[in-house]
């Protein structure tokens, strides 16, 4: 089945930037979205349409999507954003209807 | 405040049946998309059905074609998830989640375990 590209895992050190790609042919016409998920707890979502935060969402979240590549920047990053992010997409490509999820990125804060 | 309760989960041998129930509050459930979500253990999100706000359009992943349905009830604020022809692939939590497009409030989950 169609997946989003996403790299497995990433590390990053407090107070640095943790950037997470999503990479896919689709995503050239279609917006994408992005969810928190810590462990044992239900996905949280932090942008929707590419770069727009939910309330409560910090401004270090942020969003950019270039060509078929989306990017989750996430500025000046805390023990606390220790997750696993996944992008989605809502195919609507011709009679298709479906949702597709990245296979996730699991971001370890060093 | 939105909440979204999932309920039904449990054991169940391979080719049995479940059903699940979300109850939702705190949202106008008339205005509302509704979707199951699934997550098997150590894995991805996976997303397998889609009620529209009336219910008359109903999508579902490849996966689960023919063998899951997803409806409404209006009047009790839910939405349902019947599940037949159980295989142990199908062992996940199962999350329900409103929105059409991105997903902005979803429920704490149900574990569906398939087994004999």
């Known amino acids: 089945s169609y997946m989003l590209t996403q790299p497995p895992s990433m590390s990053v050190a407090p107070g640095q930037a943790a950037r997470i790609t999503c990479g896919g042919d689709s995503l050239g016409t279609h917006v994408v979205h992005w969810y928190q998920q810590k462990p044992g707890q239900a996905p949280v979502l932090v942008l929707y349409d590419d770069t727009d935060r939910p309330s409560g969402i910090p401004d270090r979240f942020s969003g950019s999507r270039s060509g078929t590549t989306a990017t989750l920047t996430i500025s000046r990053v805390e023990a606390g954003d220790e997750a696993d992010f996944y992008c989605q997409f809502w195919d609507s490509s011709g009679d298709r209807r479906r949702v597709v999820f990245g296979g996730g990125t699991k971001l370890t804060v060093l | 405040q939105v909440q979204l309760v999932e309920s039904g989960g449990g054991l169940v041998k391979p080719g049995g049946s479940l059903r699940l129930t979300c109850a939702v509050s705190?949202?106008?459930?008339?205005?509302?998309?509704m979707n199951w979500i699934r997550q098997s253990p150590g894995k991805g999100l996976e997303w397998i059905a889609y009620?529209?706000?009336?219910?008359?359009?109903?999508v579902y992943a490849d996966s689960v074609t023919g063998r899951f349905t997803i409806s409404r009830d209006s009047a009790k604020n839910a939405v349902y998830l019947v599940m037949n022809s159980l295989r142990a692939d199908d062992t996940a939590v199962y999350y329900c989640?409103?929105?059409?497009?991105?997903?902005?409030?979803w429920g704490q989950g149900t574990l569906v375990a398939v087994s004999s």
């Open positions: 009620s529209s706000r009336s219910g008359r359009l109903l």
């Open positions: 989640a409103s929105g059409w497009n991105s997903f902005h409030h």
């Open positions: 705190g949202l106008d459930f008339g205005d509302s998309h």
